[in-house]
């Protein structure tokens, strides 16, 4: 395949999953038996500007169904996450009553509210109409759209933005020079972006394989996000690093031009960290499927010895990480009995491929498992003390990455 920044022909494999149902395509009982389609999952590195990127070219309309289900504001961290990335924004560049804000997949709603609550003019973009629609009743003002050059061109007509912001959106985007020529359109001369994005070296170091999956085209180093903002005129002018999803970066963008906001030192520091790390080296990301292969085989060995003693095993948090974990060990409801999750919309329907069923919290009221699998380690200490209650069971919480932990 060639590259999608910079076009070479690729052949350098980072990790292969194998064939994997999209993750988020949740079955329910009566289309159980129906054939799934699943997709090869292969990521790839490219050896000239380091992109790491998903072989197959999936069709985006396919991955984000109408009935996609996952609900930002269902997590309570998220929210608190997003409050107050808005409450240190706003007073930093001066947002107010007469600025626009516009998040590209706003999903319900979950953080354009803040700045709605504070009289901001905000617009959100979000292509899935489920969860846009929420966003909509709340009165957030919601375009049911991708978000590329075309888009941005009709929006600039009426308005250009103070504050762009997109979390976790960039590597579900396919063509991400179109949608980088957007930004360029709707962005004020003086205007700001923000992204966040799981840093791919965190994700090699802690060997976090599981957070491969089909809804991602892309894995980025701070070091290609820099060659990719650099290529379409921009400047990224601060950068933090944060703990979500594992290990995540937020940037801070703006346009080459403009003067107001100096080049902070947090960039070039985290850019010789990365070259010192070898970020621009192919041998740098060689290895790591041999790591994923090591820790899946550990588990197995683990969860097999424990069902064989006749321990109940179920999981918790039917997250796309554990879908592409289970997927990879080869977990079936023979293993891991069930998977309880909190979200109303995935209650009583089957995770893809391993179709381990979903259910709700009252499956305790008759159920005592001995171990309990978290499949959203990244949100281990939060479901740790959701679960404290089965401590006088003598249940085991596990986390599996980058090795098994029991709490
Ligand atoms: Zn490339």
Known sequence: MRCRFCSKTIHNIFIDLGSTAVSNAFLTKENLNDRECLYPLKVLVCDNCFLVQVDEYQKREEIFSPDYVYFSSVSEYWLAHSK???EKITPRFNLNTNSLVVEIASNDGYLL???????????GIEPTASTAQIAINKGIDTIIEFFDENLALKLSELRKADLILGNNVLAHVPDLNSFV??????LKPVGVMTFEFPHLMKLIEKTEFDTIY??????FSFYFINKLFDFHGFKIFDVEQLETHGGSLRIYVKHRENENEPVLESVQQLLDTELTAGVNKISSYKGFNERANNAKYKFLSYI???RMKGKKIIAFGAAAKGNTFLNYCGIKPDIIECVVDDTPSKQGKFLPQSHIPVVSRDYFVDNKPDIIIILPWNFKKEIIEKLAFTKSWGTQLVTYIPDIEIN
């Open 84 to 86: 107050k990335y808005v």
């Open 113 to 123: 509210q803040y700045f709605q609550e504070k009289n901001i003019p905000v617009l």
């Open 181 to 186: 020529r957007g930004l360029k359109i709707l």
């Open 214 to 219: 089909h809804e991602h085209f892309s894995y």
């Open 304 to 306: 097999i010895g424990e």
